[in-house]
């Protein structure tokens, strides 16, 4: 089939690599406009427009796509079908309805669950133990069209949001081969979405970093696996600021927010106590917290805020 790739984020890429590999042809590439990243603001490209100029195909990066000119740029290639993997731009009508096969869409999660734009780390902060990847038909509404393929697979305890989103970006290709397999030879079927079902992963910011230690340590851990690599946990010990990498569940009890151990450093929690196994202070690198401990005076009894 000829196909028109949407995508833009590290996620979308294995999905791109794959349909090059294939025996479909990608005509052309849809991408974010590139944006400025760092403290220097350097204007950066999208991963998926990067690995479409490394495979000489043409890459479009549209402001809008709602003035008709995606919609001619796409008709002058008369796609078979539209591929959108993790796009970040909302499709009208008249592009959806336009090519033989519809738009077909690859979405982090298990659909109707977590519709929206940050399914795999809603699933990690919401503790879920099982989650996956739907290819779907794609509507009018957002993320609400029938339901084509499903891949399931289990969140392990101690898995970050960056862990499980690459590997649902590579079982998120091979799902896509599959349903566009099944779509050419007219073997698919089609499922409505269960409405009442249905719940919204909104964007991830920072204003969801401070932890609150007044709650279990099973939701802190939560927290800290869903805001890896980004934005990640926070957290303060005797006026210093700290980033959460990496933590583990203890059986431990105290106060809430007080240091009950250090070896290795944890904090009582409403539930239980959250070991911090790896934090970074400001200005610093990643380290782990005996490492930490070794420079930086804290005691038992000691206060996080």
């Known amino acids: 089939m000829n196909i028109i790739f949407m995508g833009t984020p590290d996620f979308a890429v294995p999905s791109l690599k794959k349909l090059i590999a294939s025996s479909h042809t990608v005509q052309a590439v849809f991408t974010q406009p590139d944006k400025p990243k760092g403290r220097k603001m350097i204007l950066t490209p999208p991963k998926v427009k990067v690995c479409a100029l490394e495979n000489n195909i043409k890459v479009y990066q549209p402001n809008t796509l709602k003035d008709g000119e995606a919609l001619e740029i796409i008709k002058s290639y008369n796609p078979d079908v539209i591929v959108v993997a993790a796009y970040g731009k909302i499709l009208p009508k008249e592009i959806l309805d336009y090519p033989k096969y519809g738009c077909i869409n690859v979405h982090g999660s298990l659909l109707p669950k977590y519709r929206g734009a940050a399914p795999i780390q809603r699933a ?137 151990s250090l070896n290795p450093l944890t904090v009582a929690c409403k539930e239980n106590s959250i070991e911090i196994l790896e934090l970074q202070p400001e200005g610093k690198k990643v380290m782990d917290s005996k490492a930490y401990l070794a420079g930086n005076k804290v005691s038992i009894g000691d206060k996080f805020t």
């Not at 089609?190 to 991830?204: G, L, R, W």
């Open 124 to 260: 990690v902060l919401e503790g879920e133990k099982e989650t996956g990847v739907t290819t779907m038909q794609m509507a009018e509404g957002l993320d609400t069209g029938d339901i084509l393929f499903v891949y399931k697979t289990k969140i392990t305890e101690d898995e970050t949001s960056g862990e499980l989103f690459d590997r649902l970006s590579f079982a998120g290709a091979e799902l896509l081969v599959d349903t566009l397999k099944a779509v050419e030879i007219g073997k698919i079927k089609p499922q409505k979405q269960d409405d009442s079902k249905a719940t919204y992963a909104k964007m991830i910011d920072k204003t969801m970093c401070p932890i609150d230690f007044s709650r279990s340590a099973d939701d802190v851990h939560n927290q800290v696996r869903g805001l890896k690599p980004w934005p990640v946990a926070t957290a303060v010990i005797n006026g210093k600021n700290l980033k959460i990498h990496k933590t583990r569940i203890s059986s431990l009890s105290g106060k809430e927010g007080e240091v009950v």
